[in-house]
């Protein structure tokens, strides 16, 4: 059995655009979940395409729009080995996704069609989009109705990105791995400048995030933050095209998930910009008590002992 996780780690003014997301053919109600559905088909490819460089300073970024299918009738289907539960963004989505490809590959069982469900589940954080993250909660707000969920049965695991997991976990669950470690850095995003230094003074930049505010007002005094900068990558760019920022940061992890770095203007260093705590890492919960899973997802981490080995070596 192979190892399912691993716990490692000139500005462009032409900007590509991706198209729309087809619908997603079968979606089945999870029984007992209020607002959770099942996702059963692939991950849909995103598509690109550039502007003429004549222009460019004036295209948009184009904006994936992920469609889902809702079927009124449950079918009848065999029962899933496990139910995999995240948001239902598009960030989120391929997050599940890369998980269930990797429990596939190491499972030859659950490559069997229906094995394995995705199951979407709408978080606080997904339904408050009228208030700055720091006024409703912080830490946890996507991740609650996710663990909940788990805690309850409802799910197998839950994928997190795990710079939105609290400090403390929920009693129940457990952290047993983490997916490959995405690039950490943030990307800057404009269609005007290249960099958040060129920036003229008086520009707004849109960013949620206190951290991303903090370092961006500290640095440069004159540039303005509009903090309720809300929204998955696809609503923040589309802000962005329709001029309510002059620019903004996302992560860089993110935007490799979506395959959409065509879009960034330019990637701020550690020392421009430090990154969230845990930023670009995907978790893997379950429950304490599952067996199961647990020794599913806590097979031997090659990689990582290898990386440990390697760095005990050489300090």
């Known amino acids: 059995m192979e190892a399912l996780c691993s716990s490692s780690s000139s ?4 900007l590509l655009t991706k198209q ?7 979606i089945n109600f999870a029984a007992g979940v209020g607002s959770v559905s099942v996702l059963r088909s692939s991950m849909p490819s995103l598509k690109t395409r550039s502007f003429p460089n004549s222009i460019r300073k004036h295209s948009l970024i184009g904006i994936p729009r992920a469609s889902v299918a809702v079927e009124q009738q449950i079918q009848k289907s065999k029962v899933a080995l496990i139910r995999i539960g995240t948001r239902g963004s598009p960030l989120a989505l391929a997050q ?23 199951v979407i589940i709408k978080t ?17 707000l996507f991740t609650k109705e996710i663990d909940e969920a788990l805690i309850n049965g409802d799910i197998d695991i839950a994928v997190h990105s795990m710079k939105d997991v609290p400090t403390y976990l929920p009693e129940q669950t457990v952290l047993p791995c983490n997916l490959p470690r995405e690039d950490v850095r943030d990307a800057f995003i404009s269609l005007t400048s290249s960099s958040l230094a060129d920036l003229p003074a008086g520009s707004t930049v849109g960013t949620a995030s206190l ?14 933050v509009q903090e309720n900068f809300r929204g998955n990558v696809q609503t923040r760019l589309k802000k962005l095209n329709e001029k309510v920022v002059e620019a903004t940061l996302l992560a860089l992890a993110g935007l490799k998930r979506l395959d959409m770095t065509e879009n960034v203007t330019s990637i701020l260093s550690l020392d421009e910009m430090l990154p969230a705590v845990a930023q670009g890492a995907i978790g ?3 429950r304490t008590n599952d067996d199961k899973m647990l020794i599913s997802l806590n097979w031997p981490h090659e990689h990582t002992l290898g990386y440990l080995a390697g760095v005990f070596y050489n300090s």
């Open 96 to 118: 599940a996704y890369e998980t269930r490809e990797k429990l596939m590959a190491s499972h030859p069982e659950l490559a069997e069609e229906g094995a394995i469900q995705i």
């Open 284 to 286: 893997i919960a379950c």
């Open 11 to 14: 500005c462009s003014s032409s």
């Open 20 to 26: 729309a997301l087809p619908s997603c053919s079968s």
């Open 124 to 140: 606080t954080g997904d339904k408050i989009l009228s208030q700055p993250l720091a006024d409703i909660g912080g830490k946890g």
């Open 211 to 224: 951290r991303r505010k903090s370092q961006i007002l500290h640095r440069f005094p004159t540039l303005n």
